[in-house]
């Protein structure tokens, strides 16, 4: 199992962030360089994958934030959120193997379409929905081309050419390819792309229906992907602690700002996102759409809506239950960012470690090293025994 977290480069809150996916949101923590490593160092602190680093007009610029947070790190890496279209395929394959080259292998890419024609208009793309995934196969095709051979390489599709592209370096390894998308349109590109297949956090039974289009898609062409699900998390000690934040964060949310994102979120032509919000249909009374599924979040923000809500045990249940229909990814956020690292590095992976579902592969060493004396355990010094003392 990989665990990734988010990287709020929108700004963050101790409240839900209202907007998203199309429309302007911010957080009243603003997302300086100097916040943001504080997020980086606890993802990887606690044992975190990636991050993923979001795309959009409403948040800054992924891969130029990563590049620049990169080197405030060691070993983890970036989920960068790209959308083939806004740049040439073979300018996003040779910046894409540079960031690899110069971070030992930390890039994974995210693969977004773009779900709303109103911001791709805003970016100066004009092509309605289904050009867009045409396009992305088209885009797609190029970079693993380029990637892949040393010899120049032409193609020439209905949205996109090169001629006689070539890259001077390769990445090594090639950026594991993300990508989501709930339609017909979606699903055949990620069918023949897909390193991993995305959804975003829908009851069980929706989420295997859906996965076992996309494997049979993906078999047509002789492939295998992996799957991964994106879902926010409020994990605490005990239930009733749990829910009860995720009831402060629904009193926090401003009225004005549910109908004004729901009405800007009717408008989307994003499958996932009608999916989304057919889950709460905009009301606020029965938000549990499964047990400790809740899709408050959905009411405020677009895209990902739904929070995995309870003890640390029973989000570690939930967890092992969507591991249970193929699911291996999961790509995970909370308010505010910094905290929840925190709550659910140290309140579920551990559970999910005992139980031999996750490792983080690093052992640190429970010792402490004390002046002019032999090493001290932990064990000791919580026994209260003195350490031996060197010659």
Avoid at 203 to 213: C, F, G, I, M, W
Wanted: include cysteine.
């Amino acid at each position: 199992m990989h665990f990734h977290w988010f990287l709020p480069t929108y700004g963050d809150s101790r409240n839900l962030v209202a907007g998203g996916h199309g429309t302007l949101m911010s957080g009243d923590r603003p997302a300086t360089l100097a916040y943001l490593r504080q997020v980086v160092a606890a993802a990887e602190h606690n044992g975190f994958e990636s991050l993923l680093t979001p795309t959009g007009a409403w948040c800054e610029d992924a891969l130029i934030t990563a590049a620049l947070l990169a080197d405030s790190s060691e070993r983890i890496k970036f989920l960068v959120a790209l959308r083939p279209g806004l740049m040439s395929p073979a300018l996003a394959a040779q910046m894409a193997t540079t960031f690899q080259w110069q971070t030992d292998g930390r890039l994974l890419l995210n693969v977004v379409t773009g779900g709303e024609s109103r911001e791709q208009r805003a970016y100066g793309d004009f092509l309605d929905k289904e050009g867009r995934y045409v396009r992305a196969d088209e885009f797609l095709d190029i970079v693993r081309g380029l990637w892949s051979s040393q010899d120049a390489l032409s193609y020439s599709g209905e949205h996109l050419a090169v001629e006689g592209s070539v890259l001077a370096r390769r990445p090594d390894p090639v950026p594991p390819i993300f990508f989501g998308g709930s339609s017909a349109a979606g699903i055949r590109v990620a069918a023949r792309h897909a390193d991993t297949y995305l959804t975003w956090g829908e009851p069980p039974a929706a989420v295997a229906e859906k996965l076992d289009r996309v494997r049979g898609a993906a078999a047509v062409h002789g492939r295998t992907p992996s799957f991964g699900i994106r879902l926010h998390v409020i994990s605490r000690d005990t239930s009733e602690q749990a829910w009860a934040e995720a009831e402060r964060l629904l009193a926090g949310i401003d009225p004005e700002d549910v109908a004004r994102v729901q009405a800007s979120l009717a408008a989307s032509e994003s499958e996932g996102q009608r999916r989304m919000l057919d889950l709460h249909g905009g009301r606020t009374d029965s938000l549990e759409v499964s047990p400790n599924l809740w899709a408050g979040v959905g009411l405020v923000r677009g895209g990902a809506g739904t929070a995995l809500v309870g003890s640390h045990e029973e989000v570690a249940d939930r967890i092992a239950e969507y591991a249970g229909l193929g699911l291996s990814h999961f790509v995970l956020s909370g308010y505010p960012h910094l905290e929840e690292t925190y709550s659910f590095g140290e309140g579920v992976l551990p559970i999910l470690a005992r139980r031999g579902l996750w490792s983080s592969g690093e052992r640190r060493e429970d010792t402490v090293s004390v002046p002019f004396t032999t090493v001290a355990t932990v064990a000791d010094i919580r026994s209260g025994e003195p350490a031996s003392v060197g010659g």
